[in-house]
């Protein structure tokens, strides 16, 4: 069976340092990835031409886009491509985090998930192309399995704490 693509389509390459996130929580979960720089307000023609490319491409494939700002990116994707899309923006702290809000709201008939943490976004990726791919759901379970392990492993430590120490 062809191996399944995540592509990452970042608007800048200042991106760069979200992108590597999104990229070792895809490596975790054993996925292929090919990382891009497109930006639907700067260089649409390259954009339209590199999202031709991938969608000639028969692998099952998810985008993720990571465009800050004002993320025109992630809808113009979306609208153009059949696979799935996840917008996976960057956080910025600047004027209350109203970036956010361009990623939020599309015009009719566009429809990128969003997913604002990186794992989150690449754990999103692993589900959809697991509907159909035995060995990616496997690795999301153990995925799972290993984040209750955690959980549990932190509650038994914990709980051996004395209660003057708990707060600590
Ligand atoms: N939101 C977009 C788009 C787009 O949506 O087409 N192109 C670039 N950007 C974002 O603008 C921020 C600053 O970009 P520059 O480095 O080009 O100034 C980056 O986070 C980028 O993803």
Same mark, same amino acid.
């Given at each position: 069976? *062809?191996?399944?693509?995540?592509?990452?389509?970042?608007?800048?390459?200042?991106? +760069?340092?979200?992108?590597?996130?999104?990229?070792? %929580? !895809?490596?975790?979960?054993?996925?292929?990835?090919?990382?891009?720089?497109?930006?639907?307000?700067?260089?649409?023609?390259?954009? +339209?031409?590199?999202?031709?490319?991938?969608?000639?491409?028969?692998?099952?494939?998810?985008?993720? *886009?990571?465009?800050?700002?004002?993320?025109?990116?992630?809808?113009?994707?979306?609208? /153009?491509?059949?696979?799935?899309?996840? %917008? #996976?923006?960057?956080?910025?702290?600047?004027?209350?985090?109203?970036?956010?809000?361009?990623? +939020? $709201?599309?015009?009719?008939?566009?429809?990128?998930?969003?997913?604002?943490?990186?794992?989150?976004?690449? !754990?999103?990726?692993?589900?959809? +192309?697991? !509907? #159909?791919? %035995?060995?990616?759901?496997?690795?999301?379970?153990?995925?799972? %399995?290993?984040?209750? /392990? $955690? !959980?549990?492993?932190?509650?038994?430590?914990?709980?051996?704490?004395?209660?003057?120490? /708990?707060?600590?």
């Amino acid at each position: 069976m *062809t191996r399944p693509l995540v592509v990452i389509l970042m608007g800048s390459r200042s991106d +760069l340092e979200h992108a590597r996130a999104v990229i070792r %929580a !895809l490596e975790e979960l054993g996925l292929d990835w090919e990382l891009r720089v497109a930006s639907a307000h700067k260089v649409p023609d390259h954009l +339209l031409d590199l999202l031709r490319g991938y969608e000639a491409d028969s692998r099952p494939k998810v985008y993720i *886009t990571i465009a800050g700002r004002s993320n025109a990116l992630s809808g113009m994707v979306d609208g /153009q491509v059949l696979a799935p899309v996840i %917008a #996976c923006p960057p956080i910025s702290e600047a004027f209350g985090g109203a970036d956010i809000f361009s990623s +939020l $709201r599309m015009p009719g008939g566009i429809a990128p998930a969003v997913v604002l943490d990186p794992a989150g976004a690449a !754990l999103l990726a692993a589900k959809i +192309l697991g !509907l #159909c791919d %035995a060995a990616i759901r496997e690795r999301v379970a153990a995925l799972q %399995a290993r984040g209750r /392990q $955690r !959980l549990l492993a932190d509650d038994a430590e914990i709980r051996a704490l004395r209660p003057a120490a /708990q707060g600590t």
